[in-house]
């Protein structure tokens, strides 16, 4: 089992610290659940000179080879899920004034309606949820984006997540049930972390 | 009185939102940068995504005009390509076409419903941009159900 330290740092052998500070955000005051992605680069060093620049990120990155990278602290949040989907939407549990409101529709307006729900009656956000990148790219890396398929995970990736997974679950006391792939909880690519498996 | 007490919930809604705008979910926005543009060209709308075929939405009606693709490249933002990633939402529907630069660069874009959209040029620059400002109709219509 892994130990969180003060400063939201992971301690294990298993885990490389690559923190950037310029994708930390806000204080993470409660972890609800955890995010799934795939990179869209080929290289573990391209996505983390990346995140040199700010702007969006994740907490975890897989490499190719399985090696665990700790991107940022787990006490600040990091922007990596975007707009949430309506989750009465999915689980079919919308209240008849909601399903009035979500036939509007209007992305953003519907995830602010989500925002102010406390999960599970939304999905995790970045307020309150640990973003987990994987090195993947969106394939033919030269065709326009709409012909973009996300590679396969690769085995050593996936032994890696599903460690990862569980120990973050068991020391934060996440249920399997706020485990998602991104394009679970927004609007995203479905084929990105198709083959994440946990 | 239903359509009453449908806008107080969404003025509600609205209200209660405000402390949550800066929560990542709009991009960082900078300057296109293309320089002049000599020609811009349809050449497919209602494309549906080969990631999205499985997704039941049909983007047969998905269509931009080229009034609304000259505003589009004239009022669009360039954005990084994680946060196009990660903070846009993404659609199955494209309208896709080609550019000339009057530097004499050539390149092939594609845009979707939810105002996002990629441009390439040569082999390896890709320019993703994001128009919030944009006024096409189509851009803020409900997603087609295919069934």
């Not at chain 1, 923190?19 to 930390?24: C, E, K, N, R, W």
């Not at chain 1, 983390?48 to 080879?65: C, P, Q, T, V, W």
């Not at chain 1, 984006?145 to 996936?158: H, L, R």
Request: hydrophobic residues 35%; neutral net charge; charged residues 25%.
């Amino acid at each position: 089992m892994f130990i969180i330290d003060r400063y939201g740092k992971v301690i294990h052998e298993k885990i490389k610290h690559a923190i950037s500070t310029t994708i930390q955000k806000n204080k993470m005051t409660a972890i609800q659940g955890i995010i799934v992605h795939q990179t869209d680069s080929p290289t573990a060093k391209s996505t983390l000179n990346s995140y040199e620049n700010g702007g969006s990120g994740a907490h975890f990155l897989i490499a190719k080879d399985g090696t665990v990278y700790q991107t940022a602290s787990l006490l600040y949040q990091t922007w990596h899920v975007g707009k949430l989907k309506s989750r009465c939407l999915v689980k079919a549990q919308c209240s008849p004034v909601e399903l009035a409101l979500l036939k509007t529709f209007n992305p953003k307006n519907e995830h602010r309606r989500e925002i102010v729900k406390k999960v599970p009656a939304r999905f995790p956000s970045n307020e309150d949820s640990i973003g987990i990148e994987i090195v993947g790219e969106a394939l033919p890396k030269k065709a326009p984006d709409d012909q973009k398929i996300y590679e396969p995970v690769t085995k050593a990736q996936n032994e890696s997540l599903g460690w990862l997974v569980q120990e973050l679950r068991f020391v934060l006391n996440i249920p399997v049930s706020e485990v998602f792939r991104h394009p679970e909880v927004s609007r995203k690519n479905p084929t990105e972390a198709a083959t994440a498996k946990w | 009185m239903r359509y009453l007490f449908l806008l107080l919930t969404a003025f509600v809604v609205a209200c209660s939102a405000v402390n949550h705008e800066n929560d990542g979910t709009e991009p960082e926005l900078y300057s296109l940068g293309l320089g002049g543009i000599n020609k811009i060209t349809i050449t497919e709308v209602g494309v549906k995504s080969i990631a999205g075929k499985d997704i039941n939405i049909s983007c047969e009606k998905f269509t931009l005009t080229q009034n609304d693709i000259e505003e589009y490249f004239n009022m669009a933002k360039r954005i990084s390509k994680n946060d196009y990633r990660h903070m846009l939402d993404w659609s199955p529907c494209y309208v896709k076409g080609n550019i000339i630069l009057d530097n004499g660069d050539t390149g092939e874009w594609g845009i979707h419903q939810y105002r996002g959209g990629t441009v390439t040029f040569g082999a390896d620059e890709t320019i993703y941009m994001y128009c919030p400002e944009c006024t096409a109709k189509k851009f803020d219509a409900p997603e087609y159900l295919s069934n």
